[in-house]
């Protein structure tokens, strides 16, 4: 049984949520089945309209999107798209992929993000989506979009929602980490709530640096067993079968949480083992999503994310 729970908050349309992927992998990689990772979908909006009735377009949407990129890593692209999107049947597409196999939530999300952040294409345009899921094993991206209004996975939508919209008085609140929203006051992405079985809990509100995350953890349980890095880029991604981008790859090399990132180095291993016909090289935004070219070789004993439904 794992130690701890974590209630992770995240929508495919935040650049916050998404830029959280290498602390994200580096977590998964340290701690394993140590955690239990519980996905749940904030639903931003039901609509593009929403955004334009606040004044937020496409042009300047794409307008932030470099800085993520130099701060953070993640592959993006700068074009403007045509128009804003709601991210709600994403999100339920989402829904829909951990209702029918909790292992794969995670991976879904990620498609999605790649959707949003690394192409033109629109979040709320259900082709699109197909496409996306399509490109992860295991889902039936077609049998899933079919779903995405499924009265069971809208209220499992409906009730994620409500979770996200529950962040009053709680330590984040008090950080000034959360969102107003007419459904009440919001965790932010990638907001994590990290819980013990006797119910004594942190909360790590909103986008925060790994060591924010690492420290909570030490705090609620300091026998937990503690992974070090991997030999190489090699082993990182024998660990992830959905793939990793180089930023990943590169959080995750680090030998000591205080070393910088050196995403040179990253890629320089993972272009090697490319030409070696080790690992395959998928072209996102400017960088690539890096997978073992054999999935059969992906290691036992691999961190694991666990989705469970929520409350």
């Known amino acids: 049984m794992p130690a701890i729970t974590a209630t992770y908050f995240n929508d495919p349309g935040c650049p916050w949520g998404y830029s959280f992927r290498p602390t994200h992998a580096r977590l998964l990689w340290r701690f394993g089945d140590q955690i239990e990772w519980r996905l749940v979908l904030i639903g931003l909006t039901e609509s593009g309209e929403e955004y334009e009735r606040r004044g937020f377009t496409a042009a300047r949407m794409a307008a932030l999107l470099p800085e993520f990129r130099r701060r ?61 899921l399509a490109r992860v094993p295991g889902i039936d991206a077609q049998a899933i979009v079919a779903r995405i209004d499924d009265p069971e ?80 880029a090699a082993e990182a991604l024998r660990a992830f079968p959905h793939g990793l981008t180089t930023a990943e790859v590169a959080t995750l090399l680090r030998p000591h949480d205080t070393d910088a990132d050196d995403r040179a180095a990253a890629e320089a291993q993972l272009t090697a083992l490319v030409g070696e016909g080790t690992v395959v ?31």
């Not at 013990?196 to 986008?207: H, N, P, S």
């Not at 349980?221 to 030999?231: I, Q």
């Open 153 to 232: 996975v809208v209220a499992a939508y409906e009730a994620d929602r409500a979770l996200a919209r529950s962040a009053e008085g709680t330590p984040t609140h008090a950080q000034h980490r959360t969102a107003g929203s007419p459904g009440g006051i919001r965790y932010t992405a990638p907001s994590v709530i990290f819980e013990r079985a006797d119910g004594q809990r942190f909360e790590v509100g909103g986008f925060q640096p790994f060591e924010a995350y690492d420290t909570a953890l030490a705090n609620l349980d300091p026998a937990l067993e503690r992974r070090p890095a991997p030999a190489d």
């Open 281 to 311: 090289c998928e072209p996102a935004g400017g960088d690539a999503l890096w997978r073992l070219a054999r999935p059969d070789e992906q290691a036992a004993g691999r961190p694991r994310l666990v989705e469970r439904e929520a409350a």
């Open 72 to 132: 953070f890593g993640m592959p993006f692209t700068f074009a403007v798209k045509e128009r804003m999107a709601g991210t709600s049947r994403a999100c339920r597409a989402v829904v829909a992929v951990r209702e029918q196999d909790p292992s794969l939530a995670d991976a879904a999300l990620r498609a999605l993000q790649l959707l949003q952040f690394t192409t033109p294409r629109l979040l709320d345009d259900d082709e699109a989506i197909a496409d996306a």
